[in-house]
């Protein structure tokens, strides 16, 4: 007679048993938290839908009526600058009949539905509804476009659902601490750009967490520059985790401009690697800065946000341009080669004789992120 087959363990609950390891005897994170849809839904609900997201540059939105749209956890939303200068988001669904309203990014006057034509203005208040003055239940005023919380921090905008979040600049303090002598707020966008990769979003940010993977991965780029003996990557934070990297004279945009007298030693060269949780991975250098936020769409596939600019001593240089031009041509470089790198690992997870091996000490950001999310998801 056959033995009685053991329940099977959820993901959650393998993750917290990896998590609960000490770096030194923990493995990658399980297969099933990067296949599995039950988990995705977990991740959708106690991280996406709770915590801060980044929805770019408050600069990419420069005049009232510039708008962009974005869905968190489910939840279409509109991001936009106000009539009055402020940044705001709101539901991206009517009011009436719920189709969602505006789609990508553009300059609107004022948010008129597809369908019927309700129109809204900037704030999210009903302006107008056409035939509806016979419906004698009909209270403009009572129809506004549900708001949703949306701050401004060292230049990114930051989105939340949840209306009990703490303000971005208390929740993100400790990244201030650590990287505000660099100026990031006053750094400006030059590109942004989105595309989808089939992987699981959790896969690109460890991917970005880690240089570990340089070497090999980037062999035909910046593979060769890359010293896995200098790199640096201490303890994570409870809302990041970050390490750094300092870089010589191969790329000039990534030291510290002539004319910036304010950094000193090391500073003037040093690149630094932030992935604040969830989603937001951002790469800040003394000249320039390039940032990826993830959204997950689906197990295998996740949306990318990917945009990048200038420190304002490079910004004004007259050379900047054929500057920016040639880390753009490199990070282009870059993504081609991290995305195969990243496929190449979902693709792998979905095999039957695969299983997560032991962590580099230069993986010790991938661990607090595991930790990060075991923190998040109920086991």
Not at 186 to 195: A, G, H, I, K, Q
Not at 220 to 242: H, K, Q, W
Request: net charge negative; hydrophobic share 40%; charged share 20%.
């Amino acid at each position: 007679m056959n033995a009685p087959r053991s329940p099977a363990v959820s993901p959650a609950a393998e993750l917290h048993r990896n998590a609960a390891l000490p770096f030194g005897r923990a493995t990658a994170m399980p297969k099933s938290v990067y296949t599995d849809p039950a988990f995705l839904e977990l991740e959708q609900t106690h991280v996406f839908a709770r915590e801060w997201l980044c929805a770019g540059r408050a600069e990419a939105l420069p005049e009232p009526g510039d708008y962009l749209t974005m869905t968190i956890a489910g939840e279409p939303v509109i991001v936009l600058r106000d009539r009055d200068g402020a940044i705001r988001a709101m539901s991206n669904v009517c009011r009436h009949r719920m189709s969602t309203l505006l789609e990508g990014r553009g300059r609107i006057r004022s948010i008129v539905c597809p369908y019927h034509a309700w129109t809204y203005n900037l704030d999210g208040t009903l302006r107008g509804a056409p035939a509806m003055t016979r419906n004698e239940g009909f209270c403009r005023t009572g129809l506004s476009l549900p708001q949703v919380r949306a701050e401004v921090w060292q230049g990114w905008i930051m989105v939340t659902l949840d209306p009990h979040a703490r303000p971005v600049a208390e929740a993100l303090a400790e990244v201030e601490a650590l990287v505000g002598h660099l100026g990031m707020g006053s750094y400006t966008e030059t590109f942004r750009e989105t595309f989808r990769w089939a992987t699981n979003w959790k896969v690109l940010a460890e991917n970005f967490m880690e240089s570990y993977h340089l070497p090999a991965c980037h062999a035909g780029t910046i593979g060769g520059a890359s010293r896995l003996d200098e790199m640096v990557c201490p303890e994570g934070r409870a809302a990041f985790n970050y390490h750094w990297i300092l870089k010589d004279e191969t790329v000039p945009l990534a030291l510290a401009h002539p004319t910036n007298t304010v950094l000193t030693g090391e500073d003037r060269r040093k690149t630094w690697l932030l992935a604040i949780y969830p989603s937001l991975l951002v790469t800040l250098t003394p000249g320039y800065f390039w940032y990826l936020s993830l959204t997950p769409d689906g197990p295998g596939h996740v949306n990318v946000l990917f945009g990048g600019g200038m420190s304002p001593e490079w910004l004004a240089d007259p050379a900047a341009p054929d500057h920016l031009a040639a880390v753009k041509a490199l990070l282009d470089e870059v993504n081609a080669e991290d995305k195969g790198c990243v496929e190449r690992v979902y693709r792998g997870l979905g095999a039957g004789l695969s299983q997560p091996g032991p962590l580099s000490h230069l993986e010790r950001p991938n661990y607090d992120f595991a930790r990060y999310l075991a923190s998040r998801i109920p086991a």
